[in-house]
């Protein structure tokens, strides 16, 4: 049973223009999300996080969105450069525990 | 500052076998989590591991078992392996709290299993 959805497998923007990367959760127990992104041929590197108390987190170029409500959260990354180009994953974890639950990523490519 | 360290790389076994795989967590950090990502999925959580003590367990079968050591590092086992278990073993440490922490992952161990 997949907790954590990501139902875009892939996505191409514009280099300058912005990247949105949705994710879906279905477990009203998470109240923690992060974001990782992965490079071919590396682990995931961490990206961005947000508890559930608030409902958006900036970090220079990436911001995430957290709607409770809807059990939805995104990234938004602007501008969007070459550089970005990897796959995105979401997670989500209750804050008492340590396991984290993966979505199954988006491929994000970005077109100089 | 060392990251997540993890070897070997790369792993090639026959259906039936045995394989251990061996991570070191980042400095500074105790815990450290087992996570198993097949071809086009996320990673599932396998087990974590502090103190010595498997902590906490996904949905894995028994032929899945872990070690850490008085160093923190730690070992995955995995004992009669099937077909199915050829993925991308990826360790993730963290620093054991009452709240759940980011953990750091390691660039994975590739296991084929033929």
């Given at each position: 049973d997949q907790q954590v959805k990501q139902n875009s497998p892939s996505l191409s923007v514009q280099e300058g223009r912005i990247s949105i990367l949705n994710c879906d959760y279905t477990n009203s127990m998470f109240d923690y999300f992060l974001w990782y992104k992965k490079y071919?041929?590396?682990?995931?590197?961490?990206?961005?996080?947000?508890?559930?108390?608030?409902?958006?987190?900036e970090d220079g170029r990436?911001?995430?969105?957290?709607?409770?409500?809807?059990?939805?959260?995104?990234?938004h990354i602007v501008p969007?450069?070459?550089?970005?180009?990897?796959?995105?994953?979401?997670?989500?974890?209750?804050?008492?525990?340590?396991q984290f639950y993966f979505g199954t990523g988006t491929s994000l490519t970005v077109i100089p | 500052d060392?990251?997540?360290?993890?070897?070997?790389t790369h792993l090639i076994k026959t259906r039936g076998?045995?394989?251990?795989?061996?991570?070191?967590?980042k400095s500074g950090h105790d815990t450290v989590s087992w996570y198993q990502q097949a071809l086009g999925q996320g990673p599932q959580f396998i087990f974590q591991y502090?103190?010595?003590?498997?902590?906490?367990?996904?949905?894995f079968p028994d032929r899945f078992s872990g070690h850490q050591f008085p160093n923190y590092s730690s070992e995955l086992n995995v004992n009669a392996l099937l077909l199915g278990d050829s993925a991308l073993y990826l360790c993730a440490s963290s620093?054991?709290?009452?709240?759940?922490?980011?953990?750091?992952?390691?660039p994975g161990t590739r296991l084929t299993v033929l």
């Amino acid at each position: 049973d997949q907790q954590v959805k990501q139902n875009s497998p892939s996505l191409s923007v514009q280099e300058g223009r912005i990247s949105i990367l949705n994710c879906d959760y279905t477990n009203s127990m998470f109240d923690y999300f992060l974001w990782y992104k992965k490079y071919p041929a590396e682990g995931p590197t961490f990206l961005i996080s947000i508890s559930s108390i608030k409902d958006k987190n900036e970090d220079g170029r990436f911001t995430v969105f957290l709607n409770k409500s809807a059990k939805h959260l995104s990234l938004h990354i602007v501008p969007s450069q070459p550089g970005d180009s990897a796959v995105y994953f979401c997670a989500a974890s209750r804050v008492t525990g340590n396991q984290f639950y993966f979505g199954t990523g988006t491929s994000l490519t970005v077109i100089p | 500052d060392a990251g997540v360290t993890q070897s070997p790389t790369h792993l090639i076994k026959t259906r039936g076998q045995q394989v251990t795989l061996r991570c070191s967590p980042k400095s500074g950090h105790d815990t450290v989590s087992w996570y198993q990502q097949a071809l086009g999925q996320g990673p599932q959580f396998i087990f974590q591991y502090y103190e010595e003590e498997e902590r906490q367990r996904g949905n894995f079968p028994d032929r899945f078992s872990g070690h850490q050591f008085p160093n923190y590092s730690s070992e995955l086992n995995v004992n009669a392996l099937l077909l199915g278990d050829s993925a991308l073993y990826l360790c993730a440490s963290s620093l054991f709290q009452r709240e759940v922490d980011t953990q750091y992952f390691g660039p994975g161990t590739r296991l084929t299993v033929l």
